[in-house]
């Protein structure tokens, strides 16, 4: 039997081949229609301790920063982004008070993209984020962190106000440590 991830029709998988897969999918969501923010309920558990939140498809009313908020936190959230504009001007934007973590992604009226690791949101400790974010005028990466311990299993995308979203697929992946 090949190898996995080289699988085969019929193949059977022992435990220990499944249990050496890194990345599972946790839950799909798709994204409603002018909404400014969607809930992912039940998104993290005591399963994984580091997570891959992603957003493809879909589109913004403009061009807007997409963020990410735990549980009904909105305060705490300490973050920098670094960026250039694609005029190659060169700029950071952080705050060590913020009310989410805003530049774990990005939308335009064409798309919307988000590939944001969260570590550690359902131990009680420090939440840390890391990300990329783009929206059709500029394109950097971003990291930060929560400041409590609260324990998370949800997890609220937001827009720019009074930026709307339509469309779109959320996933949720737990990290195999």
Not at 161 to 171: E, L, N, Q
Request: net charge negative.
């Amino acid at each position: 039997m090949p190898t996995p991830p080289d699988f085969t029709s019929g193949s059977v998988l022992t435990a220990a081949q499944m249990n050496a897969v890194g990345l599972w999918l946790v839950k799909t969501q798709t994204m409603g229609t002018g909404v400014s923010s969607v809930t992912v309920t039940g998104a993290f558990s005591s399963d994984y301790d580091v997570y891959l939140v992603t957003i493809v498809g879909g589109s913004a009313s403009a061009n807007t920063a997409l963020g990410i908020q735990m549980g009904a936190t909105t305060s705490g959230y300490a973050y920098s982004l670094l960026y250039t504009s694609y005029t190659n001007t060169a700029a950071a934007v952080g705050t060590g008070s913020g009310s989410s973590f805003l530049y774990a992604g990005g939308g335009t009226t064409s798309s919307l993209r988000m590939a944001c690791t969260i570590t550690a949101p359902y131990l009680t400790e420090q939440t840390d984020f890391h990300g990329s974010s783009t929206n059709g005028s500029f394109s950097g990466v971003c990291a930060g962190y929560l400041n409590d311990t609260t324990s998370y299993t949800d997890v609220t995308i937001i827009t720019q106000s009074p930026v709307t979203i339509t469309g779109g697929t959320i996933r949720v992946y737990g990290y195999r440590n």
